[in-house]
């Protein structure tokens, strides 16, 4: 669970008006990310990891439309996540499963697209632009609902000795294999640049560039009164596993 700074005071704003410019700003990701997907990733034969991934196999398959194969995808992981995790870790991905996949439709149906002849050059801009998109949701304190919730629901109910980045790294991985099978080898290893570049862009967006982290690990006795405090009293972000 990740939970953005919310101080009321913080620069005048008031806690409405906070949640109302992270849900803009997780509407914008939205937007960004269907583009590299629907508008960059698609018309370059390129694919990636996570639900994305295993709606461009599928695709290759069954020739059904992208957008609305990830929007029933999206909405399988929501029920797994509301069957094992319950309706408040749903809250947390809803928006973008249903805001992504409805901006693909658009990008799609717009026939906005950037092709090049030259599938490297595709592959890091499509990272890049991903990398922004992911960054911006993640600070604006939601998740896009793909692999990392499945990762949760796993490390859960089944394998609680492994961490959560861990779980969503092994599932990725099978994804792109699968990809290499499926789509090609050259396909496969475009998806690993485009997810390397995708994740340090992302960390640049959410944490800036010379921004130093410290990571402070706490097991509480009451973890909800912990994270209000923090995040409330505090105004600093906070994750929770």
Sequence with gaps: MTAPARDPE????????????EILMALSAAAIGSFATASIMLPN????????????????YTGWNYSLTYYALSMVVMAIVWAGLGFKEVRKIILMS???????????????????DDKFLAAVFCGVVMGVSNGLTFKAGFSSGGTDSLAKVIKYKQLPHKSINDLTFMINTLIVIISAVVLGVDVALYAVLTIYISMRLGEAVMYGLSTQLVELDIIPGDPEALTQYITEELGRGVSSV
Excluded at 10 to 21: D, E, I, N, Y
Excluded at 45 to 60: H, P, Y
């Design 98 to 116: 249903i805001a992504y996949p409805t901006f693909m439709l658009l990008f799609e149906m717009s026939g906005i697209a950037y092709q090049s």
């Design 10 to 21: 913080l620069m005048g704003k008031s806690r409405f008006q906070v949640r109302a410019g």
């Design 45 to 60: 034969g390129l694919t990636f990891g996570g639900i994305t991934g295993i709606s461009r196999i599928i695709q290759n």
